[in-house]
């Protein structure tokens, strides 16, 4: 079965600092991985995909995200983060059995001025 | 990107009433729609897949006598809460996919009170 952790629960950061959430996954073959974004009491935005090719993905507001195979991870990162970068953030992985999404615990990001 | 529609937003009900929540795929056709539940501050949990045309299978856990789902046609998808109590009170997502192995693309939500 697939399966998705995000170690850390919360991070605060400092608004220019750099940003790095954790994702390590579990699944059998090469997955589907992806990032989305969620403010409070909104849906889910698509940050960035992995599907297959280049390992370092870049997405939308600057963000990144590196598949390597060899540690289950695919990690997001940021340069410099923005206050409106605050929000909840989930990794999910896709696999072959229903294409399912499985979505990790989630992020907190709350961002200092 | 695709949009998804979700209707409504928002919505209160009485215990023992039936709700009904909309999943619209507004620029494509969906074969395949997911229901996601999820408690405040805690990750998304899938509740069901629904195949355009065909019954809905869902998650180990999931009444599907309670959470009625129904999608009939390549662009709605509905889900039913019947008979709600005041622990179904949730935030309910849907997303939206329109062939095998590509990405699904998620609704706004809808916040579910039942007093």
């Known amino acids: 079965a697939q399966s998705v952790t995000q170690p850390d629960i919360h991070i605060t950061v400092s608004e220019g600092a750099s940003l790095e959430l954790r994702c390590n996954y579990s699944?059998?073959?090469?997955?589907?991985l992806f990032w989305y974004v969620q403010s409070p009491g909104q849906g889910l935005q698509l940050l960035l995909k992995y599907f297959s090719g280049d390992t370092l993905v870049q997405g939308i507001k600057g963000f990144e995200a590196e598949f390597k195979r060899s540690q289950s991870s695919f990690n997001l990162r940021k340069p410099s983060v923005h206050w409106s970068d605050a929000a909840e953030y989930f990794c999910?992985?896709?696999?072959?059995?229903?294409?399912?999404?499985?979505f990790g615990g989630g992020t907190r990001v709350l961002v200092k001025p | 990107g695709a949009v998804v529609s979700q209707h409504p937003s928002r919505v209160i009900c009485k215990s023992g009433t039936s709700v009904k929540i909309e999943c619209r795929s507004l620029?494509?056709?969906?074969?395949?729609m997911f229901w996601y539940r999820q408690f405040p501050k805690q990750s998304l949990m899938l509740m069901a897949t629904s195949n355009e045309g065909s019954k809905a299978t869902y998650e180990q856990g999931v009444e599907k006598d309670k959470f009625l789902i129904n999608h009939a046609s390549l662009t709605l998808s509905t889900l039913t809460v019947t008979s709600a109590h005041p622990e179904d009170s949730s935030f309910y997502i849907c997303?939206?996919?329109?062939?095998?192995?590509?990405?699904?693309?998620f609704g706004q939500g809808t916040r579910l009170t039942v007093v």
């Open positions: 620029d494509f056709q969906a074969t395949t």
């Open positions: 999910a992985v896709q696999g072959a059995a229903g294409n399912k999404l499985t």
């Open positions: 997303s939206a996919r329109a062939q095998v192995n590509t990405e699904a693309f």
């Open positions: 699944y059998g073959a090469t997955p589907y």
